[in-house]
């Protein structure tokens, strides 16, 4: 759906490559592009200003390097400052003070509290922790049923709470019910409410002011556009909040909120949710959201891996090839030795945010042994086979298989994985995780 | 995962990826089977909520209403800009343009729409910010008022309608206010718990039921929610029932196991009703920003989208991302959700929408 950045900025900065300087001027209508694609990606408005501001005065000034073209160079720029600009600060869940300790996740209706809440039990579990989860939703239908449910199924307690108590009250209760039951650190799920509910955001400050809490975590939808910055900055205004866990960010949403919300309250993201179930939550790697916003996978690593291992114009033509489903299988046989300059396949998938957990993926790891065999059998074919899988049939595969010391199923499994593939890869360009193309191409 | 391991091997294991539908490859109900008896919450017409005192407020005195509120918040004078007839200047169009991309509208929407408005500016054919905010909601009507004329909805007994969306946006919440709508209206309504996945969807549906004194047919929790809207669909049938709404687990449009899910369980209906779903809802939250681009084209390129509604206005995100969306798919904005109770369901007015958007 969306172009992305380095494609972009690559035809806008074609003419200056070997031009020595960035200068204000010739990296004007790059920035502009810069800009489209932070609001495309649902930075917030006036952040993507400061932004522009931040790297034009970063980039003028700076020698084009001999090995990236320009563009690049802008990217990787634009990219540090994303990246500086979420990371850094503690990154833990405060579980310091308070006994038992507690952690309150608040934030807008629908945004992921409960089904949260009950990850991160789990994830604290594993810390070694004890963790008991508390319902302080009484006003949401069936929600204290929700997380009750939750905590069944993962085998961790749930305080009884019941809609007829006020939630502070709940907390209160809950506090002496927590060390009765053996458990350490409480994690109160409270009720979505609006920004501007004047009413819930008191009610809020009641439960911290009787908890009190060990962190406070705003949760945040990835999805979200403009006003995150508006609602982030009442959440963090009205509870001092610790930090922001980002959910939803299993979809293909560019996740722009994240900058958004860090840069009006300064407050680091700690893990991200990824999906419905208790063990989709990771922690927050600022360079991968920085690459995801601007539409790229973990595009800078990627390209840093790249500079030595890959010839930049062979890259370019896969990656067109790929896009356009003329990907032969010589192609996928050059892209393995290349791959496997750059490390092992698994590696630099998952790299790509959203992309690591893919089903496909799966099918795709391969061990270097498999990538052996698989350029085997690539190089027993001929080149019109190579060109054209479609013509492989039964007798060649046999020829295929004998020469290259493998058996005809090995042959049809490939095949088969090829078609997959490029399945896959019409499916992504069409879901606008273009860049898919470019990881595998490098 | 190998790329050697044998095929059905492999086909296990992607078959255990698929978390949430597990009975993907268990035979359809079929029609000559005996519907199973749904287990039903009785109707209880004496719940039904008091009528709200803002009730009569119509929809644009309620979101002017919250947008005052917003305003005091946010400090923004949004309106301010408007209401003195000043001269334009380079900074008004900034300014405008920056109130659009803040309303979620999306960039290239906001710069299609500025573009002749510019030019007029510029040659001096709009002079004004009243002239100004006259033509943009022009403008914006001529992309949206089309795609809502002539759009009764079908007359059909029962109607079917089925509601889909991503995670959290308000799908259940919508339903229990629609069947509140219809039920004002003298319909006889049923609700369908077709979300048998998330814990405790079904018991919030349930309270739904029960606040609106409706019917509802559901299932146990995790069984095929292809089944439970064959029966929902076939009961309201045998009982009937003026209107059917199908509640679905949320789920990302980029999960194609669950997209074909909201297939399977649309030809469910049809071998229940054929023709049915004769609706297929999709709910966007206001909050959602340009994704909401990519959600309204994958839903509706699965299972075909007949309407839109947009939930949350009642916070301070605007939505504006479902002009674009309403006038590149043709699907109109039913209605509007603008809070959490039964009555803060309105039916969407394009005028007035486009008023709270600058
Ligand atoms: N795909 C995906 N879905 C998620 C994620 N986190 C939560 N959800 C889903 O989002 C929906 C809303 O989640 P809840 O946990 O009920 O949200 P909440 O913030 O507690 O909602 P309220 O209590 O009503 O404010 C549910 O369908 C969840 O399964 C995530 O990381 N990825
Ligand atoms: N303020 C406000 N909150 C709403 C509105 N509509 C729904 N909600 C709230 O949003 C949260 C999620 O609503 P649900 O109806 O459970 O959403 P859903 O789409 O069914 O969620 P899943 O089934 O988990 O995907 C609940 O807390 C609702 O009360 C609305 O118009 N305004
Ligand atoms: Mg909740
Ligand atoms: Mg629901």
């Not at chain 1, 494609?7 to 592009?33: M, P, T």
């Not at chain 2, 407020?57 to 209401?83: C, Q, S």
Request: aromatic letters at 4%; hydrophobic letters at 40%; one cysteine or more.
């Amino acid at each position: 759906m969306f172009e992305s950045l380095s494609d972009r900025l690559g035809s806008v900065f074609k003419k200056l490559k070997g031009q020595g300087k960035l200068s204000e001027k010739n990296i004007q209508d790059g920035l502009k592009e810069v800009r489209l694609a932070l609001l495309e990606a649902d930075v917030h408005y006036k952040v993507v200003k400061t932004l522009i501001a931040a790297i034009k005065e970063r980039a003028v000034g700076q020698e084009v390097l001999e090995s990236l073209t320009p563009g690049q160079q802008v990217v990787k720029i634009v990219n540090e400052e994303l990246t500086n600009l979420m990371g850094g600060a503690n990154e833990e869940i405060n579980l310091s003070g308070g006994h038992p300790a507690s952690i309150m996740l608040v934030g807008l209706q629908g945004s992921g509290k409960t089904t949260t809440a009950g990850k991160l039990a789990v994830y604290l579990r594993g810390q070694g922790r004890k963790p008991y989860l508390v319902p302080v939703d009484v006003y949401r239908p069936a929600a204290i049923e929700q997380l009750t449910k939750i905590g069944k199924e993962l085998s961790i307690p749930v305080y009884p709470s019941d809609t007829e108590t006020k939630p502070e009250k709940i907390a209160e209760l809950a506090r002496i019910k927590c060390a009765q039951e053996g458990c350490d650190t409480m994690i109160l799920d409270t009720a979505g409410r609006l920004h501007i509910d004047d009413e819930l955001m008191a009610e809020l400050g009641r439960i911290k002011a009787t908890t009190p809490p060990s962190d406070i975590l705003l949760v945040a939808d990835a999805m979200t556009g403009q006003d995150a910055v508006n609602m982030a900055k009442a959440f963090n205004d009205a509870m001092d909040v610790g930090g922001v866990i980002l959910t939803k960010m299993d979809g293909d949403a560019r996740g722009g909120a994240a900058l958004s919300i860090r840069s009006i309250t300064g407050k680091p993201i700690k893990f991200i949710g990824t999906g419905e179930k208790s063990n989709a939550f990771e922690a927050f790697h600022p360079n991968r959201m920085a690459s995801r916003i601007l539409g790229m996978g973990d595009v800078m690593t990627l390209i840093e891996k790249a500079q030595d291992a890959v010839d930049v114009k062979k890259a370019a033509e896969l990656e067109k090839k790929l896009r356009k489903s003329q990907f032969t299988l010589e192609d996928f046989k050059d892209q393995m030795v290349q791959v496997r300059k750059m490390g092992s396949l698994e590696d630099i998938l998952s790299m790509i945010p959203g992309m690591g957990k893919s089903k496909h993926l799966k099918q795709l790891k391969g061990s270097d042994k498999e990538m052996i065999k698989i350029e085997a059998i690539i190089n027993s074919m001929t080149l019109e086979e190579r060109r054209n899988h479609s013509i492989i049939n039964g007798s060649r595969r046999k020829r295929i298989a004998k020469g290259s010391g493998t058996t005809v199923t090995d042959v049809n499994q490939l095949l088969k994985n090829y078609t997959q593939v490029m399945k896959m890869m019409k499916k992504i360009n069409k879901g606008g995780m273009k860049k898919m193309g470019r990881m595998l191409g490098l | 995962m190998s790329w050697f391991k044998k095929k059905d091997k492999a086909e296990k294991a992607q078959k255990a990826n698929e978390d949430k539908n597990p009975e993907q490859e268990a035979p359809e109900v079929k029609a000559e089977e005996p519907a199973a008896q749904p287990e039903e919450a009785a109707p209880a017409e004496e719940d039904a909520p008091p009528a709200s005192s803002r009730q009569e407020a119509g929809f644009g005195a309620k979101l002017k209403d919250k947008l005052a509120k917003t305003r005091d918040v946010l400090n923004t004078p949004i309106e301010d800009f408007f209401i003195t007839k000043t001269e334009l200047t380079e900074d008004s169009l900034e300014e405008l343009e920056e109130t659009l991309i803040t309303a979620d509208m999306g960039v290239n929407t906001v710069m299609d729409l500025m573009e002749p408005i510019t030019e007029k500016v510029n040659k001096k054919q709009i002079t004004n910010s009243k002239e100004l905010r006259a033509a943009l909601t022009d403008a914006m009507l001529d992309l949206i008022k089309p795609v809502h004329e002539n759009k009764e909805l079908p007359n059909k007994k029962p109607l079917v309608i089925m509601v889909v969306g991503v995670n959290g946006v308000g799908k259940t919440t919508t339903i229990g206010k629609l069947a509140a709508n219809f039920k004002k209206q003298g319909k006889k309504v049923m609700l369908v718990a077709g979300d048998t996945f998330r814990a405790a969807a079904v018991e919030q549906l349930e309270i739904w039921a029960q606040r609106t004194g409706v019917q509802i047919v559901r299932h146990r929790d995790n069984s095929d929610p292809a089944a439970v809207a064959y029966d929902g669909v076939a009961a309201a049938e045998a009982r009937g029932m003026d209107v059917v709404i199908i509640d679905t687990a949320g789920r990302l449009h980029t999960q194609v196991n669950l997209m074909e899910e909201l297939k399977k369980i649309r030809r469910s209906c049809h071998k229940s009703l054929p023709g049915s779903p004769h609706e297929t809802w999709l709910v966007i939250d206001a909050n959602t920003g340009q994704n909401a681009v990519s959600q309204a084209k994958l839903f509706h390129e699965a299972i075909g989208v007949t309407g839109m509604v947009l939930t949350k206005v009642d916070g301070t995100a605007k939505g504006g991302i479902v002009v674009s969306i309403c006038h590149d798919m043709d699907v109109p904005i039913r209605y509007i959700g603008l809070g959490e109770k039964a009555e803060d369901l309105r039916e969407f007015e394009a005028r007035e929408f486009i008023k709270a958007l600058f």
